[in-house]
């Protein structure tokens, strides 16, 4: 059975195809008018497309701009007002510094007495409170 399909199908001639008289792309003349009306068609298309495109692209980039110009402000308030916060924790942190020194002062034994003479008006009585006096008056 196989045999006899491919004995048909080598008896039929091959088909001829017929083709088109090709026409030249390089003189436009020779085009068909509808053809070139769609060719300017499609260009025309292509060049308002494009024309949108740039002209969105603008007015996306002014947006951009315009909100860099307003937000410019008030970066520059954040950043001084940053390093204000930052001097006044530089100025608290030496406070700290200085009253932690101090707190360990008071609570070391041997300066009690130190401590004592200072904040109050007490003497030790083996000392003698010495007092300068201005001549002039």
């Known amino acids: ?29 020779r085009l068909q008018p509808a053809r070139l009306q769609s060719k300017h068609r499609n260009h025309a298309a292509t060049a308002v497309e494009t024309l949108v495109k740039i002209a969105l692209n603008c007015g996306l980039s002014a947006v951009a701009i315009a909100t860099l110009t307003n937000l410019f402000p008030y970066y520059w308030e954040q950043r001084e007002k940053v390093q204000a916060i930052r001097t006044e924790v530089r100025d608290a942190e030496y406070k700290v ?41």
């Open 1 to 29: 059975m196989k045999t006899a399909q491919k004995l048909k199908h080598a008896s039929t001639p091959p088909k001829v195809l017929k083709s088109r008289p090709r026409q030249s792309r390089a003189n436009p003349a």
């Open 97 to 137: 510094t200085r009253l932690r020194a101090n707190l360990n002062r008071s609570f070391d034994p041997s300066q009690a007495l130190n401590v004592m003479q200072e904040q109050s008006a007490m003497v030790a009585p083996n000392q003698r409170r010495i007092v300068l006096m201005d001549e002039t008056e």
